[in-house]
């Protein structure tokens, strides 16, 4: 079965830092582009950032852009996210979630999520 | 402001058919992949739709469908268990990432 569990989550205070883990079982890792969402409280879904399958090609939110750092580690089928100078905005669960296929892009879509973990930034 | 529009909220009776629509752009659903994620106040978002293609597990009372910069998604024969937040998603060539819309918050009266 395919399972995603985030780890990390936690509360900070602005400026500070988390590093988020998505550690991934019943597949292989480095065959899919991976994504991270966010949903804040009693908001919707955001997109945070996406990475491909070999992690040479990554992506970010204007939101985020500059402050957060996607990668992964394939051989130990875990996905990171880096936040850094995080502010009362970022508060939200964040969710590791799976595309379907190699490169994010024009046929991304996700197929399977975890649960999330929460992030809370007081300031 | 989310870059695709949904409607805030739509109601059905059990055993009705409802749709929702996922509006957006040239540069979105115009071009690309649209998908629907199906959300409760908790646990993980379940995947419902990507692209014209039914998730194993999802029950073929969900069908969706594209015309140039608008999507839908639609729901036969409405249960119970459908009640939920539903999101529609696409890639967007400006912004060079994964948009989402706002949601539609679906109540089965």
């Known amino acids: 079965d395919v399972q995603l569990v985030e780890s990390g989550g936690g509360q900070t205070q602005a400026g500070g830092s988390l590093r988020l883990s998505c550690a991934v079982s019943?597949?292989?890792?480095?065959?899919?582009?991976m994504h991270w969402v966010r949903r804040a409280p009693g908001k919707g879904l955001e997109w945070v950032s996406s990475i491909s399958g070999s992690g040479s090609n990554s992506y970010y939110a204007d939101s985020v852009k500059g402050r957060f750092t996607i990668s992964r580690d394939n051989f130990n089928n875990t996905l990171f996210l880096q936040m850094n100078s995080l502010r009362a905005a970022d508060t939200a669960v964040y969710l590791c979630?799976?595309?379907?296929?190699?490169?994010?892009?024009?046929?991304?879509?996700?197929?399977?999520w975890g649960q999330g973990t929460l992030v809370t930034v007081s300031s | 402001q989310s870059a695709l529009t949904q409607e805030a909220s739509v109601s059905g009776t059990v055993g009705q058919r409802v749709t929702l629509s996922c509006s957006g752009n040239i540069n979105n659903i115009g071009k690309f992949t649209v998908a629907w994620y199906k959300a409760t106040s908790h646990g993980a978002p379940k995947t419902v739709m990507f692209g014209n293609s039914l998730p194993s597990g999802i029950p073929d009372r969900f069908s969706a469908s594209k015309s140039e910069t608008t999507a839908s998604l639609t729901i036969s024969g409405l249960q119970p268990e459908d009640e939920a937040d539903y999101f529609c998603s696409s890639w967007d060539y400006d912004l060079i990432g994964v948009v989402f819309g706002g949601g539609t918050k679906l109540t089965v009266l």
């Open positions: 979630a799976r595309d379907p296929h190699y490169w994010p892009g024009g046929s991304s879509s996700i197929d399977y």
């Open positions: 019943g597949f292989a890792l480095r065959n899919h582009a």
